[in-house]
């Protein structure tokens, strides 16, 4: 009997292989580029110090305070968030100074075990919270004095985190627990198209693992998700257990069920939604302005004058030479306001989003309640992302017009972002619902909920858009029209 050879079809390399093996066999490189971002970093800190004030007419072409402002808020904060679709959290393990700075600071520290209170799941929120809002009254979108102060702040304490729970491997403790986009790149990164899967997974989800090549500490071999991965590439290589696939953007978030969900992470995406709304409405609301004179007449009246004399400049923009100065009631009234708008937000999407997981329930659906809640909360990432940009990424739609973009093109822009957004989260609200099995009017009546509460988060930001003016011009119009007839 002839034995017939058997022909060992091998798998078509793909293309993106191609990449990942040039990246893999240059990555160690990758320091001289963090040298070169850190030593770019520093000079866009510390040399607007040195210059002069922007003048009447003066661009960022023009002005080297008003460039270091524009690459800072204009550039580097929108494009960091938005490179997370293509390429995920590769700034991070790429680009990032800050995150490379704390890993070398650990070759010198006595590599602590990492404390309880930074592995707490709160903990990026409180980090990113706190950040945001000292930002804002430091001003660091238009003060250089503020940006080097907050900046040089956070890079202390990552530098200090390093340096004391860095771990006996080359780990980074400040980017999974501490950095304050650190979460916000995570959530992004769900939406993203390329993801580092295991070759052979195991059962039973992510696993926080001490040892190993991961510098966030990812059981390479049960990793499901792509929130704490940086994109370094030290995990794949030829020999390694990981590959790197493409897939559609916001397919992660469409199968949470899959992605180890997480209560604090759609927490995070509610308030740094309603914190990125409050800190652009306290500059454009009217009523602000009058409760902040009203409250401080009233103070007044009863003697605390304190609250008009301004702080120390460590926490609030003071700049007299500039004509701005803060005193202690702005202080408070930003953070007060700040705080306010995240509680509502965070309730009124935390309502949306649980009618939504009731109705599911009640329609038939098996899965309990607080999985279905936590589920749902996902379908308000795309629209909080482009809020945060938006808001915090101001500098970019307020720059565009020394390009020559018209008022209304850049209204355009913004809310065509705002409408995407929103439909995106819609579409993937409806993949999430589909895995419960319901008919498709039950679906819809599902969903619903969840789709007003998006809708109203993006009708929060029409002043941001149009403006104050334009939206009480409306209103007017609106009630002459009734009065009319």
């Not at 707490?120 to 250089?144: E, K, M, N, Y």
């Not at 390329?194 to 390479?220: E, H, Q, R």
């Not at 939604?273 to 009217?286: E, I, N, Q, S, Y």
Request: net charge positive; glycine share 8%.
């Amino acid at each position: 009997m002839t034995s017939i050879p058997i022909k060992i079809i091998e798998p078509a390399p793909r293309k993106i292989d191609k990449l990942v093996n040039f990246i893999s066999r240059h990555k160690k490189k990758l320091y001289l580029i963090h040298g070169i971002m850190m030593i770019f970093f520093l000079i866009l800190l510390i040399v607007p110090i040195f210059t002069p004030p922007a003048l009447y007419g003066d661009t960022v072409l023009t002005n080297f305070r008003r460039f270091s402002i524009f690459l800072f808020w204009g550039l580097w904060f929108p494009l960091v968030l938005f490179s997370c679709i293509p390429l995920g959290r590769f700034w991070c393990g790429g680009l990032c100074p800050m995150g490379a700075a704390s890993e070398f600071a650990r070759r010198f520290g006595p590599n602590k075990p990492v404390p309880k209170w930074i592995k707490w799941s709160g903990t990026p929120i409180v980090s990113f919270a706190i950040i945001t809002i000292w930002g804002q009254t430091l001003d660091v979108r238009d003060q250089p004095l503020g940006q080097l102060i907050l900046f040089s702040c956070i890079l202390v304490v990552a530098l200090t985190i390093g340096f004391l729970y860095g771990m006996k491997k080359d780990k980074r403790p400040w980017c999974r627990h501490l950095c304050p986009i650190g979460l916000m790149l995570g959530v992004n990164s769900r939406l993203g198209a390329i993801s580092f899967d295991p070759k052979k997974p195991l059962a039973g989800g992510d696993v926080y693992k001490d040892s190993g090549i991961c510098p966030t500490n990812i059981s390479l071999r049960h990793k499901t998700e792509s929130r704490h991965c940086l994109g370094c590439f030290r995990c794949t290589g030829e020999r390694s257990v990981m590959q790197v696939n493409l897939r559609k953007p916001g397919t992660e978030l469409e199968q949470i069920h899959k992605s180890n969900p997480s209560l604090s992470e759609v927490m995070f995406i509610f308030i740094s939604a309603g914190l990125a709304l409050g800190g652009f409405l306290w500059l454009v609301l009217p009523q602000y302005n009058a409760a902040e004179h009203a409250l401080l007449t009233w103070l007044f009246e009863h003697g605390q004058y304190w609250v008009g004399q301004p702080g120390p400049a460590f926490l609030m923009s003071v700049n007299p030479q500039e004509g701005q100065v803060y005193s202690w009631l702005d202080f408070f009234s930003i953070v007060s306001f700040m705080l306010l708008c995240a509680i509502a937000v965070t309730l009124t999407l935390s309502i949306t989003t649980s009618l939504s997981a009731w109705c599911t329930t009640k329609l038939g659906s098996n899965t309990p309640f607080s999985q279905l809640f936590i589920h749902y909360g996902y379908q308000l990432a795309p629209v909080a992302m482009i809020s945060i940009i938006i808001g915090l990424g101001a500098t970019l739609f307020n720059t565009l017009t020394n390009f020559g973009f018209s008022p209304l093109s850049i209204e355009i822009i913004k809310s065509v972002l705002l409408i995407l957004a929103w439909l995106w989260g819609i579409k993937i609200g409806y993949q999430q619902i589909k895995h419960q099995g319901l008919s498709n009017a039950a679906l819809w009546l599902a969903i619903t909920p969840n789709i007003i509460g998006a809708l109203l988060l993006t009708l929060a930001w029409w002043p941001a858009i149009f403006g104050v003016d334009f939206v009480l011009k409306e209103v007017m119009r609106n009630n002459a029209i009734i009065i009319g007839g």
